[in-house]
């Protein structure tokens, strides 16, 4: 007879049950007289990802007690007891920092038992839990969450042909991720491989894993310009992603002034760094054209309207490539990428997950970062840093600010068609000017990038006075304040050849560095010229000093003693030195 998953999850822990409830009967008889319970949570994930989860709560020495253990909230579970009675159940909302929990409630008990023993089984099953892009897999637990006079085990097995390394296998308590204790890997009849380990209170238990001999199957699924590649058994998210662009595109093609002609979507398997990172998805910024939108498919399990911001997100960092703007000025692609992702998932009904991400943009900013925002100037591709999250918030604060006070989507609207007829794109300035034009007031915008903080803050007017001017000083050089003067040519070259380029921001860096070296040109004239004249002086008169005289050591020719510089008579034997001399 062949089972269903349920029937066999239940089937294992009622085997479970039996092996362990004899030890803890033995153990509380000899030992503390508090009794202690068990929790053992059985996780049962099956070729495709499809997760039977059966948590096992065990009292035994107790004829009365209380306890709670957290229950999903986002699917059905049932729950059912052995040896007692409850009394009271009850199931109750978690709040987590001031907000209620989505996907998770406590399920708090009281029961009764003349045996002395409870058994609680608590049951539910869900659909495509467990991630497989073949060959890999990542099992990532429900949330272990239980009262703290429980001791807690996970059991998990995994599918058919599954490879798994300890080294990998995590348990993640909060901040901290490490090794679980006393792990242990075995193999399960059927090819399949059962994990074990301890659990905490309040915890999950991540395992990645490898499919043998795994046949990887993909489809594509297309609607419009886009075509979504993955697996079979997430073609279903496929079709809902493909469906979200779609609506998106009148959107984006409206404001962004652009036509694409195709765009290539797909889920990826995140690695436990990434996972834990929080990557959502990724777009290469490889060649002319911007790869394919990476989304990872774990966020599925988030709240809904994540994975779809997410989405959207990444479907802006096309769009801005398209328009123009390249990906080395990551604060305008990622606040940008910000900004449209919740505007338009706003318009698209997606409301609660896009306060909740507004919410903790919000939080970022008021408790790490203020009103100075000029710090993502230095970002780059390549360059992760530590806080990262800070530089998306502060990125995204900008482009909202700005969008708020001149017009939201009508107002980059305007913005974009200034953009296009600018040379270059990827500029600091150009982007600024632009702004500020589309807004009516380029002073104004300019006044709040440097009230930000940002650094060489010019309009592309502004530019061309300091090029004017540094053109000036340059021509009034004296061609006696060499090399100066051909050092401040060159750098207004180079400035100029940036301003007709396009490159208003290295313009007008090389402009100012040229004024500043033609302003202070006599200055360091004469201390270049000083310099060398106190080097050579000290040259020459290296050379010119007079070699030290070696003193000449004589001995008296008679009796061989040493005889003093100036002496005439040899003070030992009174040989006459004067008449040697003659003679010599």
Known sequence: M????????????????????????ISDASASPKPKGHIIYFYDVDRDGNTSITITVLYSGLARGSSWVVVPAYTNWTYE????????????????????????????????????????????????YTFILEPNGIFYSSQIEYKSDLEGIAEVLLPEGSVVSSKSIKIITGLEVETPSDLTIMPFPGKRVMVRCSTEPN????IPFILKNALVVEENYTLGIFTFHTAPRYAGYAKRFLELYNRSLPIYEDV???????????????????????????????????????????????????????????????????????????WIHEGMAEYFSLEIADILGYKEAVEAHRRDLEIVLSSSIGEKYGFVQTWSIGSTPSNVIAYYAASYKVFKTLGDKYGGLEYYKKFFRVIKDMPCKDDDTSIMTALGMAAGNVSEVLDMFRRWGFVGVKSIEEVVVVLERARKLVEELSLLLQPFKFISELLLSIALEAYHMGQYSRALLYASSSMTIA??????????????????????????????????????????????????????????????????
């Open 2 to 25: 062949k089972l269903t998953s349920v029937a066999r999850s239940m089937l294992y822990a009622v085997i479970l049950t039996l092996l362990i409830a004899p030890t803890i009967c």
């Open 81 to 128: 007891t052995s040896g007692g009675n409850l009394s009271h159940v009850e199931v109750k909302k978690i709040l987590r920092n001031n907000s209620e929990d989505p996907f998770w409630k406590n399920f708090t008990f009281t029961f009764t038992s003349e045996l002395e023993f409870l058994n609680l089984t608590i049951s539910y099953v869900v659909p495509l």
């Open 203 to 206: 915890c999950r238990i991540m």
């Open 256 to 330: 962004f002034g652009v036509h694409v002609e195709s765009i290539n979507v797909t889920f990826f398997l995140p690695s436990p760094e990434e996972l834990l990172g929080g990557l959502g998805g990724y777009v290469p910024f490889l060649g002319r054209k911007p790869g394919d939108i990476h989304l990872n498919i774990f966020y599925l399990r988030t709240m809904s309207g994540f994975l779809e911001i997410i989405a959207l997100h990444e479907l802006t960092h096309q769009m801005v490539w398209y328009a123009g703007i390249g990906p080395s000025r990551l």
């Open 519 to 584: 302003e202070n040109a006599l200055l360091l004239s004469i201390v270049t010229y000083g310099a060398f004249t106190v080097l050579i002086f000290k040259v020459v008169s290296k050379r010119l000093k007079p070699k030290p005289v070696r003193p000449v050591i004589m001995f008296c020719p008679y009796c061989g003693s040493r005889l003093p510089g100036d002496a005439l008579f040899c003070p030992y034997c009174g040989y006459s030195l004067k008449l040697l001399k003659t003679r010599s």
